[in-house]
């Protein structure tokens, strides 16, 4: 109960005070897009002559940039026209996913300016030899980013299953157990760019990671919680709760695909016995479909092109893999009341078949019929969530919360 | 994003800041247990003459005493001592429940001081019979509460079902609808106490306040996150979150007694199908014992007689409940990562027998074995944790952390 000890006279000191401010006024601009300076003090409630010092030393730390048009904006006198720099300090995610590794860097505005996606399964390989390979491919999307004068300040990966201190504890469908993925990335890395000071690596959960990119990006930051879930050959998910992932007591929240739909179902690779993946996975969609459950994004194209045309099999996949959902989706809706619930993956292309199975299910299966089937509770993700976005943003938005941490030596 | 908004040098005016303090000050004293004005101006980083004035506001306000024994405590200078007050300000909570009705009534200390419970069937009667009930046993509480020289400054109702504002919006095993429940209950006890101001009351879900309970007194304050199941007629649950309860979008999160165990099981109350409630709920549990299922209390203390007696069918009634229970929690286990799960209500006393099925089927389904069924994650509520000392001190909390905005006018 420390924390209720905080006195409203701060003690923090003045070095603290400018540190904090320096976040404010950049926050500010990227807010606003464009901002003059005297915006900016409006906004943030503290002095013109305040607000100059510190955009002064963000202009020199390379965290804004400046205009000569002039601008007359709500606080009414013109002035030079600041801008998040668009050059200078970026984050890189890679998320390291079953059947494929996709890069992406962000800068400080927030705005994609590289994306690299190769096609790759990664399931049978050691460890070592996927993460030498997506280290590689991150390279590749380095050298794209200096071209642009972009300097990733850290890597943040995206990975399946339990990720927790850099470490994969349990990816089951790559066939990992207790690898130390950021380290093996890291070092990787490092070996390829013998010349530049290694970047720190940090990793994360990929469901959580796309979780957040829907978040930020995808138009939901108004709502209060909601539940994402991403098919792919196995089905990740993440709980979001007042903006904010809800991470548990181990860092493990949201292993939705895990959750069982019948006790005495098939195996799943996680130990277990009858989980949702088994019946709403990617490879369970296919196989159910008669389609090859080896065939990747190729196959899924395929199971989406049949149900448009009305292929019956297609289609009674996809209703048995909706209702199973919708099941235990009403089970998390009871539990966590969100206000939405977000189908990422291969979900995306599939909801209008999916998608109304899955919500008869939780129209019938939530409390008091606070579900009503057609109140667009349900929805795709947009085409912003992905994880490896949601990797890169989230390095940048801890750029702009606390540039000090983050200027060139 | 406004929220990133606020300059550390804060615009609060000093009456706000002074009414901060007198909260902080309460908060120390009532945390110390016993303290000096030296020893909460050393805690709280006021000076001590900031200390000692608010300490006299708090005196005369009727929420601290002083007792003129000396106290040379951490602050060195002996002084004389500071209580919490244990007269003045309290809290009254009124559970109105299936098969009874518990008023309690908490000091300012959080010490419970007057308790009354009747145990009457609920069901069936009309809710403005059950709730003027209610509030002739709280009238009958109040009473003894003035005679402790106790005034409580609001009620809370803990009730089963989905509340929001007053309102149940729905409580299957009660049979109500749409009932404005704290408006029926405060004209109820209005009309009984027509001498005295009308009190406030409010209105919460009664396995949150259970939940809250636990987490205040069952000596669960460290925990990052744990779920609550109380076993009663229906099975409720609350989800705790870093000292919080998780409400959700329309404050009905915790619903684990409605989540599917098996699709195509018994029609429940809430309209669907094969809910936990239909095979752990207090009338399941029972039934499958042989025990009449509406024989209440007396009926749950039969069950324990006859697994403690090793009776066989009793045995596998709680056998089959746990494994049951244990297969729902798996998935909310998965979902949200805890630290524990608390079981309240019937299933404290029946712990020994359900527990450890419930313990086997989370080993098997929390992903990466991270359920050793060893670890002590499952456990069984303390006695502290019922949902009418959760709502009175929940009031209490309130008053402690904002006295001003309980003062006697």
Known sequence: MNSDFSPLAGKAGRESVRRHNLGLVLRAVRDEGEATRAGVAARVGLTRAAVSSLVEQLLAGGFLSESGKTFSGQAGRPGTVLKVARTGPAGIGVEVNIDYVSVCVVDLAGTDRVRLTEYVDNRGAPPAEVLARAARIAARALVSAGEQDLRPVQVRLALPGLVSAGTVRQAPNLGWRRVAAAGLFGKALAALLPDRPALPVSSENEANLAALAELWFGGLEGLRGFLYLTGEIGVGGAVVVGGELLRGAHGFAGEIGHVVVDADGPECRCGSRGCLEQYAGQSALLRAAGIDEDAGAAGVAE???????????????????????????????????PDAVVLGGVYRGLMPWLGPAADRELASRVVSGLWSGEDGRLRASSLAGDAARGAAAGIVREVVADPVAYAEA
């Open 303 to 337: 199971l989406e092109r049949r149900a448009a045309d009305g292929d019956e099999r297609a289609l009674a996949a996809l209703r048995e893999a909706g209702t199973m959902l919708g099941r235990v989706l009403s089970g998390a809706v009871n539990l966590l009341d």
